[in-house]
């Protein structure tokens, strides 16, 4: 049982606590294991056997281009239909005022335990196992819904340039290529998600100035300007009302989805003392830009009742941007959309699979999962995790039966769900953690990281995620619809079966923390850029000063 702060202090009842929670406080009680290079290769992760192979300009640019897929490109077409550009503009504004929400909380316990895991081992040490298992494989579902979508979409662009090759034939060689590259190892992963990230935000700042040129009359052979036509007619709301705007909510959450996947690299991560943090800042100017951005110039050169953005078959695939350049007068503008949205593709599915593999080889290594899964190999790689998580692809070819549309709109709601709960775990798990921080007298000034507005944020968290789970799929009840009522809500029920269940099997050893027997002490540990400033100890040594140049060469 952990004691309250004052009294577990070296010196006994009335001491001085320990040093303040700085990014280099040792991995555990002593401090040994990690702070002291002469144990082994501390380039290793020695709980989960990963290697500390991401850079800080990974990180940062994960958090802020990362996983931006064909659901942004190709799924807001479907979101702007439902509900309008103003629909469209309130969806992603209100999702990323609880994403942003989210970050904070996870900002602060992620920094502070960079584990194995993140929030999923977190879920075990600040409420009990069973939680866990419950928001390990909602997470995993999220991902496994994703990856499945990608891969829809990547293999039906492919299929549209070169019909003489069928779906299925392009899904074997893509999923043979991704597995291959993926078991590279993650300083493979981090350098080209990097790249992809950063042309993923070049194409989209590319977008924002022709949508600017288009709606101000600039193009070439443009009669009269195109202004805000759109939000007159078909309108700003299509119609359809807070309806609409209540579909939007379902669509945006799966765009929204991937934000809080900075914490899961955070094991793999050089530096999460510092990374960490950079990266969850930089998660607001991804809402600012990527999404909001998004949001309002896709409303704003695309009217939402265009015949396109419903569509089955090929026409699908066409997004907002697709239908924006036709407008314009470039037919062949199909071509150029396309092969953004394959750029994207090829990083959505490169991130599915890393989030994905990690969920599932942390939650094999405590137990969540079966053992084998937790194996990694010599260089730091999740073989077995890696193989499970990219088969789960496959999902995908049930395209072939039932088509893209269906198969789509079944696949984002069901992952849109799953986002709302682990969001609200998320929340939850941090109003845990400084419940257990007030009640063994550590001072939440210390932080490395502190969440703003606690607790109004992380309540807030909770609140509005519940609450977007329970009425997500309303408009499934007037008309009603089983197939989309069921899809809607099947995983809330299974959530609480998952948790009941394992409550059951871990009878008796499975209770739920109290405040008092939380342990926030141990499981953190030094940068490796920092390594010998933080003594066996745990006393934080001045750090030498370090020139410009030496700091601009580590962070690149």
């Not at 209100?94 to 584990?115: D, H, K, R």
């Not at 997470?139 to 779906?167: D, G, H, M, R």
């Not at 997004?319 to 396309?338: F, K, R």
Request: net charge neutral.
């Amino acid at each position: 049982m952990s004691r309250p702060f004052k009294d577990d202090s070296p010196s006994g009842p009335g001491a001085e606590p320990y040093p303040p929670y700085e990014a280099g406080y040792p991995g555990d009680a002593t401090g040994a294991h990690i702070a002291d290079s002469s144990d082994g290769d501390n380039s290793f992760d020695p709980d989960s056997g990963v290697k500390r192979g991401l850079k800080n300009r990974h990180l940062s640019m994960l958090a802020l281009a990362g996983i931006i897929g064909p659901g942004l490109l190709v799924g807001s077409g479907g979101a702007l239909n439902s509900g309008g550009p103003a629909s469209l503009i309130i969806g992603f504004g209100v999702i990323g005022i609880i994403a942003f929400s989210i970050m904070q909380s996870l900002g602060e316990i992620t920094t502070l335990f960079p584990g194995g895991g993140s929030f999923i081992s977190l879920a075990e040490r600040m409420v009990d196992k069973s939680f866990s298992v419950a928001v390990g494989w909602n997470y995993f579902i999220i991902w496994a819904a994703v990856l499945a979508n990608e891969y829809n979409v990547i293999c039906s662009i492919l299929t549209y340039w070169t019909p003489q090759i069928p779906l299925w034939g392009w899904f074997l060689i893509l999923w043979t290529l991704f597995g291959a590259f993926q078991l590279l190892g993650v300083e493979a992963f981090g350098e080209a998600e990097f790249w992809l990230a950063l042309m993923k935000l070049l194409g989209l700042t590319a977008y924002f100035f022709f949508a600017i040129i288009y709606a101000a009359g600039g193009l070439t052979g443009q009669s009269e300007p195109l202004g805000f036509r759109y939000w007159n007619d078909p309108g700003a709301f299509n119609g359809n009302g807070f309806r609409g705007v209540a579909t939007v909510f379902v669509f945006c959450s799966t765009f929204y989805a991937g934000v809080e996947s900075v914490a899961i690299a955070a094991t793999e991560t050089r530096n999460p003392g510092v990374a960490v943090p950079q990266a969850i800042r930089q998660v607001f100017w991804r809402i600012i830009f990527v999404y909001m951005g998004s949001a309002f110039f896709f409303g704003l050169t695309c009217p939402a009742n265009d015949p396109g953005l419903i569509n089955g078959g090929a026409r699908a695939l066409r997004s907002p941007m697709t239908i924006a350049i036709q407008n314009a007068g470039w037919e062949g503008g199909v071509h150029l959309i396309n092969s953004f949205i394959l750029l994207t593709c090829l990083s959505a599915i490169n991130s599915s699979i890393y989030i994905g593999s990690r969920t599932i080889l942390y939650m094999a290594q405590s137990g969540k999962a079966p053992h084998f899964i937790g194996w990694t190999n010599s260089r730091g790689v999740p073989v077995w995790a890696i193989l499970i998580t990219n088969a789960v692809g496959s999902i995908s070819m049930m395209n072939v039966s039932t088509g893209a549309s269906r198969a789509y709109s079944y696949i984002v709601n069901l992952s849109g769900v799953s986002t709302f709960l682990v969001w609200g775990s998320i929340s939850f798990i941090h109003i845990r953690f400084r419940r257990a921080m007030a009640t063994q007298g550590h001072n939440p000034a210390d932080l490395p990281f502190k969440s703003l507005w606690y607790p109004y944020n992380a309540y807030f968290g909770v609140f509005i995620n519940c609450f977007l789970a329970i009425v997500q799929g309303w408009t499934t009840l007037s008309p009603f619809n089983a197939g989309n009522f069921v899809d809607a809500y099947i995983l809330l029920p299974l959530f609480g079966l998952i948790y009941l269940v394992c409550k059951f099997y871990w009878r008796g050893s499975d209770p739920f923390k109290r405040s008092w027997d939380i342990d926030i002490d141990s499981g953190r540990r030094v940068d490796l850029d920092r390594k010998g400033f933080v003594s066996e100890e745990g006393e934080v040594l001045r750090k030498p000063k370090v020139s410009f140049w030496k700091r601009l060469r580590r962070s690149i």
